[in-house]
């Protein structure tokens, strides 16, 4: 739950308030760390733009690292007004978001920048009825993430009977279907459950392992990109409406697939170098899958599309054009990995 005692939030709140308050103060509410090149190169920029483009009047307070609840929490922190804007991972919370699902396949995107341009603009239209009771800013992801172990992780058959840390809902699936046990927490709590032995495995992309300390822990990578952890911005629907029109207008044009790219490139550029340190450390080992092996993952994969194809079904909507669209609004951007 993402309940917080009352008084030490509003300690927190009042500790960030300026003598010279802007119009608009709004909190912006994540779970990774403060020094995440996500914040850095991402959320501190786009903040500042804000506040540029509209001469002052609004101010965003950034809070990392869960101060305000739970990783999993962000959505219905932002819903109901604990936070003005949440850093989600739909991924937490399986079954909450099954069309944002999609963007959760293996093998669909080639990068993260152009790829979240693409997934934001698809998405757009489908927040309005999945996420109809918040305000979909833009979807964020990183460089592409794959398995990292304490033993070796080439073809599938290394996942079974093992206990894996999955990127996702979607990925967890992944993991049984391989026949091993997902032992999900958010990335932030994956160090504790890699040093305590309850997991063998972790995903992730190449950077966070060093982000968040299990570098020392899984020494042996699966060299292939296979799956995009997808996070986004949301806002309290409330107080977006409470805005001026002027105000409002500023926000909508920092929540557009531009801006997507634009906050996921650094991210990307940073989890992009990681995996050049651990390639260049003698302590771990890097497994590049040949032709033939990487095939063995996408057959294994495969039954994930028709599951997610399924679920969308039941609710009567069709998952054909839908992900078609997806893959469209990739291709448009040259960031389908696909063939």
């Known amino acids: 739950m993402y309940t917080r005692i009352v008084s030490a939030m509003a300690l927190a709140l009042a500790s960030a308030h300026s003598v010279h308050a802007a119009e608009v103060e709004l909190t912006l509410s994540h779970w990774v760390p403060g020094t995440h090149p996500l914040q850095v190169l991402g959320m501190e920029p786009w903040a500042e733009s804000i506040k540029e483009a509209s001469n002052g009047r609004i101010e965003i307070t ?3 690292a869960m101060q305000l609840g739970a990783a999993a929490d962000h959505y219905d922190m932002a819903r109901d007004g604990v936070v003005d804007i949440g850093f989600i991972n739909p991924g937490y919370q399986p079954g ?18 152009a790829g979240v341009a693409a997934l934001t603009e698809w998405y757009k239209p489908y927040s309005e009825k999945e996420m109809a009771d918040t305000y979909f800013c833009m979807a964020l992801s990183h460089d592409p993430g794959t398995f990292h172990s304490t033993s070796q992780i080439l073809v599938p058959e290394d996942v079974k009977g093992k206990n894996v840390r ?62 995009a952890s997808i996070n986004a911005f ?22 557009t697939p531009e801006w997507a790219e634009k906050m996921s490139s650094g991210w990307a550029d940073a989890e992009a170098k990681g995996r050049e340190k651990i390639a260049a450390d003698p302590k771990h080992t890097m ?18 599309t028709d599951e997610w194809k399924a679920t969308i079904s039941k609710t009567g909507a069709d998952p054909e054009p839908m992900l078609e669209g997806l893959i469209t609004a990739l291709k448009e951007r040259n960031s389908y990995a696909g063939e």
């Open 166 to 227: 999955p990127a996702n809902a979607t990925e967890a699936r992944f993991v049984n279907l391989l026949g091993g046990a997902s032992v999900q927490v958010s990335a932030a709590e994956s160090r504790e459950v890699l040093a305590k032995g309850a997991a063998e495995m972790t995903q992730s992309p190449w950077e966070s392992l060093y982000i968040f300390g299990v570098d020392s822990i899984v020494t042996h990578h699966l060299d292939m990109p296979l799956y």
């Open 234 to 255: 949301i806002f309290n629907k409330g107080k977006l409406d409470g805005m001026s029109p002027e105000d409002r207008k500023v926000i909508e044009d920092h929540c």
């Open 96 to 113: 909450r978001f099954p069309i944002l699902a999609a963007a959760e396949l293996p093998f669909l995107f080639a990068n993260a920048k």
């Open 62 to 64: 950034i809070y990392p």
């Open 287 to 304: 497994h590049k899958p040949d032709e033939a092996q990487v095939q063995l993952w996408k057959d294994a994969a495969a039954p994930l």
